[in-house]
């Protein structure tokens, strides 16, 4: 597993397209927080948050993880080393897991940078250092989980097709899906008796709780079932393609 993990980080970062990902998701993160008109804007909201990077960073991450995971298995199709990959001592597991927690540090070093943001609003409030830290690490935690469930998605989704392309696009609209989809089916009128349970079934809801920095059980329980489901399925897609 560990040769699988080490391999994926080599190849990510070995490729221009891997910086280039890591650095629109920055990029994109930073204009929201910092330079966009808007609420979430830390130099014109007039207190000391960055709920902004926590309303945005799961929308990047929707294109992040797709970019990140879309050479996982199309590529090794494509180029016809999955079958040598097959063959290894490994189990199915272990070459998902080794794929799946590459992609999860890449997403984690993607993530580091924006530690910069929480310490210059905290040395921009007043007092200094007047940010609510329970709830900034909680949202943390949460886009991590966040981007282990997406990972896990964009590996399944690679595991699918030959094409890359093809890969992300199936990921990204998977993702959309599971993290505003079932919102929009529960505020469906003819659903309003189950609209909380339906609304359950997605990311958003999980996400949002995390973010307010309680983290509780229920919600990591919902992010690990998440990504083991995404993972039992591209096992049985690997699976099928030895059958």
């Known amino acids: 597993?560990?040769?699988?993990?080490?391999?994926?980080?080599?190849?990510?970062?070995?490729?221009?397209?891997?910086?280039?990902?890591?650095?629109?998701?920055?990029?994109?993160?930073?204009?929201?927080?910092?330079?966009?008109?808007n609420e979430f804007n830390v130099l014109n909201a007039g207190y000391a948050n960055i709920d902004?990077?926590?309303?945005?960073?799961?929308?990047?991450?929707?294109?992040?993880?797709?970019?990140?995971?879309?050479?996982?298995?199309?590529?090794?199709?494509?180029?016809?080393?999955?079958?040598?990959?097959?063959?290894?001592?490994?189990?199915?597991?272990?070459?998902?897991?080794?794929?799946?927690?590459?992609?999860?540090?890449?997403?984690?070093?993607?993530?580091?940078?924006?530690?910069?943001?929480?310490?210059?609003?905290?040395?921009?409030?007043?007092?200094?250092?007047?940010?609510?830290?329970?709830?900034?690490?909680g949202a943390l935690i949460g886009l991590v989980l966040l981007a282990a469930s997406y990972t896990a998605v964009g590996i399944f989704a690679s595991s699918l097709t030959d094409s890359q392309i093809a890969s992300f696009l199936i990921a990204a609209a998977m993702c959309f899906f599971l993290y505003v989809g079932f919102d929009g089916l529960a505020a469906l009128p003819y659903l309003k008796n189950i609209n909380s349970a339906v609304a359950?079934?997605?990311?958003?809801?999980?996400?949002?709780?995390?973010?307010?920095?309680?983290?509780?059980?229920h919600d990591m329980a919902y992010f690990a079932g998440l990504t083991a489901i995404f993972v039992a399925a591209a096992q049985l897609r690997l699976r099928a393609r030895m059958w």
């Open 52 to 137: 902004g990077l926590f309303f945005v960073a799961p929308w990047a991450f929707l294109f992040l993880a797709p970019a990140i995971t879309m050479r996982s298995f199309a590529e090794e199709r494509k180029t016809g080393t999955i079958e040598m990959l097959l063959t290894h001592p490994l189990s199915d597991l272990q070459l998902i897991g080794g794929k799946l927690v590459a992609a999860v540090v890449v997403s984690a070093i993607a993530l580091l940078p924006t530690l910069l943001y929480v310490y210059t609003v905290a040395a921009l409030g007043n007092p200094v250092g007047n940010v609510d830290s329970g709830a900034t690490w």
């Open 200 to 217: 359950a079934l997605g990311i958003n809801q999980h996400y949002l709780s995390i973010s307010r920095g309680v983290v509780e059980l």
């Open 1 to 37: 597993m560990f040769f699988i993990f080490k391999k994926e980080l080599v190849a990510f970062f070995s490729s221009l397209t891997g910086y280039i990902a890591v650095g629109v998701f920055l990029l994109l993160c930073s204009w929201f927080l910092w330079l966009s008109p």
